[in-house]
């Protein structure tokens, strides 16, 4: 053991990068996560889908998950996502240890990928038989290219009369979703069953997290305070693998100069050292005046290219929900406002994606060029989403409703129309809002006082929808409430009903709108199916961060 741990009283180094199952912390997030790969699991085959920017634990999770495994589910697990199509089907066999014919001479003429796929079907099919299921894990799944992509579309075609025979794992970073939203991989899209997208952990989880792994490493008490996880969550954003490795320059640097705990200023400089960049200026008018800057560039690219930028649409996103302020007295929402494209002038001809397809592209749909609510309805129903807008919006609405949507913004510069934006994450201090040129972060004060009410989002209601009271017949819509409260609360047990919405599954639902706080009536609709959603985020894009 180093000196430098004994110092500390520590038994092995607790911010190490190695993905150890052992350090997990099992924050809700992650919770989440665990329920929703379960739940993929649970249903006849398909893919299962779990993103996360660079360094938020998705490999830890996911070895994690495999060390618990049940003894009848086998596990292909493939590292490497750069192999080429015979490559990757001779590794899936030699994971599930799949022997392969010794004398290739004797397969009169196949291929190998042939020969590779005929013996994994055999072998799916004997385990099958013998009451196991089959799961192939492939790590850094972005990589993929469309030729292997499409191989392990057809790998899931084998089937049975009655059952799918295989269970698909990808694990990759948010590239994969643009990937799968393309109009070539729809068929794979479609076959998702599950996915997940993994967050940084929020401010209250870092302190959880930074102390869970000080305690798995044989630490007596804490060594960091809150003074230096405001710091730590401040530089880096809650990537746990950041945290790992500004913590351990901190508790080097600590012990350097002989301290038991770690200072604010240990942690500031030991971020500098890793991330290369010293904290951003804290000018809090800085983003307010980006903004400015952006909606006054929209009005005057409007008067230079006349008509043409009239319907060229601003790409203006949703920010998560914020606090419980309501919006000013004197706003006057628009019903018609058309948003106005950020073009570039070397670039007019090229318009910028509008905040109405941004918010499509948060739900993978790609959708044509949309320049009006109208059309924006119209698509939505085509892909089976429904969009919803209120007029005169509080704050309270959006943390409730906690989806990404297009909110309208009053410019500063005395033009009087409005410009659509969309809105993308809210917390307890601050707004988030996507733009041609990226996102920009406003206070709440900033947004309130520009923001006009106006918010358009997406929901999405269950296949065949239709409100659910007691006594209504719709099989569809029962299983899918079911399947939804049982990933909300594990310990809910399915009830046989025909298909029909009985008493005793109203029971259940009342309860979980008293709960949610909604209004508890049993009936299922627009928002017990958003909150269910919300919680059980299939597919789901959300608007919440840290904070609330």
């Not at 899936?92 to 590779?116: H, M, N, Q, V, W």
């Not at 397809?357 to 790609?366: E, G, T």
């Not at 698509?379 to 943390?399: C, F, G, H, P, W």
């Amino acid at each position: 053991m180093s000196i430098y741990l004994q110092h500390f009283g520590l038994k092995r180094e607790p911010f190490s990068i190695v993905p150890d199952p052992g350090f997990l912390y099992p924050s809700n997030h992650h919770r989440q996560a665990v329920a929703h790969l379960k739940y993929g699991l649970d249903r006849e085959g398909g893919f299962i889908l779990l993103t996360g920017e660079v360094g938020t634990g998705k490999t830890t999770l996911t070895r994690t998950i495999l060390k618990r495994m049940p003894a009848h589910i086998r596990v292909a697990y493939v590292l490497n996502s750069k192999l080429n199509v015979t490559d990757l089907l001779a590794s899936i066999c030699d994971e599930l240890a799949i022997e392969l014919p010794s004398d290739l001479a004797e397969t009169r003429g196949l291929s190998f990928s042939k020969i590779c796929i005929d013996a994994l079907n055999k072998d799916l099919l004997k385990a099958h038989a013998e009451g196991k299921k089959t799961l192939i894990v492939i790590e850094e799944a972005q990589n993929l290219s469309p030729d292997i992509l499409e191989t392990l579309r057809l790998l899931s075609n084998l089937e049975t009369n009655t059952h799918k025979l295989l269970h698909i794992l990808l694990v990759g970073q948010p590239e994969l979703l643009d990937t799968l939203a393309q109009k070539e991989l729809r068929q794979l899209n479609q076959r998702v069953v599950s996915r997940f997208h993994l967050l940084p952990l929020d401010k209250d989880d870092v302190a959880n997290y930074v102390n869970h792994r000080l305690h798995r490493a044989g630490a007596k008490g804490a060594l960091f305070d809150r003074a230096c996880i405001a710091v730590l969550f401040r530089l880096t954003g809650g990537v746990p693998r950041l945290i790992n490795l500004v913590c351990q320059h901190s508790l080097l640097a600590t012990y350097s100069t002989g301290a038991k705990t770690v200072s604010p200023k240990l942690v500031k400089e030991a971020a500098v050292e890793i991330l290369g960049t010293r904290n951003a200026t804290n000018d809090s008018n800085r983003p307010f005046i980006i903004l400015t800057v952006l909606l006054v560039l929209s009005a005057a690219l409007m008067i230079g290219f006349g008509k043409q930028a009239e319907v060229v649409e601003a790409s203006v996103m949703a920010v998560e929900p914020l606090a419980n302020q309501k919006p000013s007295a004197d706003r006057q929402p628009s019903e018609d406002v058309k948003p106005i494209a950020n073009v570039e002038p070397a670039a007019a001809s090229k318009p910028a994606v509008g905040p109405f397809n941004s918010l499509f592209k948060l739900w993978s749909v790609d959708a044509s060029e949309v320049y009006s609510e109208e059309g924006f309805t119209a698509q939505a129903i085509d892909n089976r989403l429904r969009a919803e807008k209120l007029t005169s919006a509080e704050l309270d609405d959006l943390v409730k409703i906690s989806r990404p949507g297009v909110v309208w913004i009053k410019p500063t510069s005395g033009n009087s129309s409005l410009k659509g934006i969309l809105l993308v994450g809210l917390n307890s201090t601050s707004v988030f809002l996507r733009g041609a040129s990226g996102e920009i972060t406003l206070s709440r004060e900033q947004f309130l006082s520009s923001w006009s009410g106006s918010y358009l989002y997406l929901w999405q209601p269950p296949k065949s929808f239709n409100v659910l009271q007691v006594g209504v017949r719709n099989p569809q819509g029962v299983s899918w409430l079911q399947d939804r409260l049982a990933i909300v609360d594990q310990r809910s047990e399915r009830i046989i009903t025909g298909g029909r919405y009985t008493a005793a599954i109203a029971e259940k639902v009342v309860s979980f709108q008293a709960q949610q706080g909604l209004k508890a009536d049993g009936v299922v609709g627009r928002e017990t199916i958003i909150r269910l959603n919300q919680l059980a985020n299939l597919q789901i894009p959300r608007l919440i961060r840290e904070g609330l």
